[in-house]
């Protein structure tokens, strides 16, 4: 069975810690993206990349950077912590072509509290 | 500015009865469309979807309905059982290629009364 792993389930951090959120795909997917959750808001791209070592911001980045050393790995940094990214942070992946058959196939989440 | 809109923050439905799930979008560019189902603590997983060719696709218990005139998009669920009781999200791209990304609505908890 495909999977996109997300390291942590729950994660507690303070506030000014610098944060590393992991993702591991093991479909060969070329494209891989982080999202946020929040109530009423739905899913909010953050950053996405298309390739090793390649990143593009999404719609809200600012606060945020992210890491591709390895097709399957995409690693989302909160360089300083801050209250308002307490939230549910996903992983998605998809092949690098025909997102329409196949969608984003989404990790189970990370649920980060910062305090 | 929202280019996909799912109104409707929640609805329920009675055990046995039609779900009717709305969504609504802007960019007449769009060309293909899905629908995303999440459970709590639980990444979403993919639903059905449906290019702008056609007007109706159907699998099992789930049908997505198209109207490219009035950019709107609807998911049946028929009849709907206990384990749909969900968030929905309602999702639209361009193209089916890698530089198509998906945009997403706000979603729709969906809660299924027994």
């Known amino acids: 069975d495909v999977k996109v792993t997300q390291s942590s389930r729950y994660l507690v951090k303070r506030t000014g810690e610098k944060v590393f959120l992991e993702c591991v795909q093991d479909?060969?997917?070329?494209?891989m993206f982080w999202y946020r959750q929040d109530p009423g808001l739905g899913l909010r791209l953050i950053y996405f990349?298309?390739?090793?070592?390649?990143?593009e911001k999404g719609d809200i980045p600012e606060g945020y950077s992210v890491s591709r050393e390895k097709k399957e790995r995409f690693s989302l940094i909160l360089e300083s912590a801050s209250t308002n990214q307490t939230s549910m942070y996903l992983c998605?992946?998809?092949?690098?072509?025909?997102?329409?058959?196949?969608?984003?196939?989404f990790g189970s989440g990370t649920r980060l509290t910062v305090v | 500015d929202q280019q996909v809109k799912q109104n409707s923050p929640s609805l329920s439905v009675q055990e046995g009865r039609i779900s009717i799930l709305n969504c609504d979008y802007t960019?007449?560019?769009?060309?293909?469309f899905l629908w995303y189902k999440k459970y709590p603590a639980e990444g979403p997983t993919f639903l059905i979807s449906?290019?702008?060719?056609?007007d109706k696709n159907e699998d099992g218990r789930f049908t997505v309905f198209l109207n490219k005139s009035a950019k709107h998009l609807s998911l049946h669920i028929v009849p709907s059982q206990p384990g749909d009781s969900a968030v929905y999200f309602c999702?639209?791209?361009?193209?089916?290629?890698?530089?198509?990304?998906?945009?997403f609505g706000k979603g729709t908890r969906l809660h299924i009364l027994p």
């Open positions: 990349s298309y390739d090793v070592k390649m990143k």
């Open positions: 479909m060969d997917h070329e494209n």
């Open positions: 998605a992946s998809s092949p690098g072509t025909d997102i329409f058959f196949y969608g984003y196939t």
């Open positions: 449906i290019s702008s060719i056609k």
């Open positions: 999702a639209a791209s361009v193209g089916r290629n890698r530089d198509d990304k998906i945009i």
């Open positions: 960019n007449s560019m769009f060309d293909y």
